[in-house]
């Protein structure tokens, strides 16, 4: 079985992801890692993550050591991820080997921006995840403060919105809900009450 968990930035895809991951014992994969390892990459070098051809190469040479640094949850990364992410070259860089971990046994739960839609467009449920802009600021400024970073809630608000603004507007692999996708706004669900309407959802699919 394959899960497509799509939406913005901090809607609660990871903490569902997770948890879906565990329930319906499945491999679990965050794509959003890849973007912000390969955004990461080229601020470490010096490099602008907006110039195409260094980030196309950062892309091709990835390595999961780079996947866990502490480095890739700070905005700075999120910032640096979404630009690359708008470079055709990196996301087709990065296509296989999200193909490849879906497609292996026994199944992945993956979340992006682009599951249903590109990575894995025959996937056996599709949820979009989304909250309102001031809920999902709220939850980043809380979970950088609870890693011990710093947060500043005007600058978590505004990189929010120009994440969103970027990934929205982008050419290539917009943020959109596939089709065939179900729409399910957290603004007002706990982690648990997300979880349960996302097991509802996939029960009604499968
Ligand atoms: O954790 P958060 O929701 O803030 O972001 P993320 O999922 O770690 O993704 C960071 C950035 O990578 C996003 O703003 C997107 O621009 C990009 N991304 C993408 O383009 N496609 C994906 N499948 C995953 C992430």
Redesign the pocket.
Known sequence: MIIAL??????G??TLARRLAAHYGLNYL???????AV?VALLQSGHDPENAAQAEAAARSLSPDQLTSPA??GEE???A??????IPGV?AALLEF?RSFAATAPGAV??????GTV?CPQADAKIFVTASLEKRAER?FKELLDKGLSAIWEAVLQD?KE?DA??SG?SV?P?VPAADAVVLDTSELDAEAAFAAAVSIISQRN
Do not use: E, F
């Open positions: 799509d939406g913005p930035a901090a809607a895809k990871g965050d794509t959003g890692s890849l973007y912000r955004g890739l949850r990364a999120g910032q991820a979404s630009k690359v992410a708008a996301r999200q993956l979340d992006g921006r682009d599951i990575v980043r929010m994440r970027r990934d982008r692999a943020l």
